[in-house]
């Protein structure tokens, strides 16, 4: 079993910066892929970034690309997405998502084992 909790979701204006932490526990921290997904009012749930057990390699969706960035403390047992150069398109609530045994798909939802309640992110125009 793995507990997710995200924090750090907000209002902010476009441009504007918000960075999200999603604290795990239960299984070992180390061993698991983590992601972030996003999911707006009226539209399915889509990948945003991952990053792997190890934290040395990451993969980014292109309408976040140079704007996100996801990054892990080990020690914390945390993962965070900081978010820059927010657009009002980015508003969605935001869910950090648990990858127990990588099946290949690191984008799809079927692939993560354990999911967050999620955190709101609204970016007003």
């Known amino acids: 079993q793995v507990q997710l909790v995200e924090s750090g979701g907000g209002l902010v204006q476009t441009g504007g910066s918000l960075r999200l932490s999603c604290a795990a526990s239960?299984?070992?921290?180390?061993?698991?892929?983590m992601a972030w997904f996003r999911q707006a009012a009226g539209k399915e749930r889509e990948f945003v970034a991952r990053?792997?057990?190890?934290?040395?390699?990451?993969r980014y969706a292109d309408s976040v690309k140079g704007r996100f960035t996801i990054s892990r403390d080990m020690a914390k047992s945390t993962v965070y997405l900081q978010m820059s150069n927010l657009k009002p398109e980015d508003t969605a609530v935001y869910y950090c998502?648990?990858?127990?045994?990588?099946?290949?798909?690191?984008?799809?939802?079927?692939?993560?084992?354990?999911w967050g309640q999620g955190t709101q992110v609204t970016v007003s125009s």
């Open positions: 239960g299984r070992a921290f180390s061993s698991v892929g």
């Open positions: 998502a648990a990858d127990m045994n990588y099946r290949g798909d690191y984008s799809r939802v079927f692939e993560y084992d354990y």
């Open positions: 990053i792997s057990a190890s934290g040395g390699a990451t």
